[in-house]
């Protein structure tokens, strides 16, 4: 892992809440520091509250306020990373607030509940996600 994997802030938001801690708990393995929120408004309060360095933030671009949050965390650092948490690898619904700000857009597609995934295929596939969005080659 590299040192800014090592120091690196993860901002998590899902409704689903054990899918939600599962994924906290991945890149907690990957050297983040995990911080999962269920709702837009409960993570912008946690990332103001803890004054944390967000370098990641994953979110569901479904739930209320995404936009308005991505916007915020970008106003306050263009270099956060954005991935989205998808149900479909052709989801297309959420257009990041200022593309100019955003230098790629990166997502995890959501496995369906019969779809048998295990814990070490999500974690090679949420580091493929991560090495892309972080510029390099996985």
């Known amino acids: 892992m590299t040192d800014r994997a090592s120091c690196a802030v993860a901002l998590i938001i899902d409704q689903d809440l054990g899918f939600l801690m599962w994924l906290g708990e991945l890149f907690t393995e990957l050297g983040y520091q995990s911080v999962p929120a269920l709702r837009c408004r409960e993570a912008l309060a946690l990332a103001t509250r803890l004054k944390l360095p967000i370098t990641t933030v994953v979110i569901n671009p479904e739930l209320r306020g995404a936009r308005r949050l991505v916007k915020i965390l970008l106003a306050a650092n263009p270099d956060v990373r954005v991935v989205l948490i998808v149900d479909s690898a052709d989801h297309q619904s959420f257009t990041p607030p200022s ?3 955003i ?4 997502t995890l597609e959501r496995p369906a509940p019969w779809e048998p995934i295990s814990r070490w295929e999500w974690m090679a596939k949420v580091r493929k996600t991560l090495s892309m969005a972080a510029g390099r080659p996985s």
């Open 99 to 101: 593309p100019d700000s």
């Open 103 to 106: 230098q790629s857009r990166f």
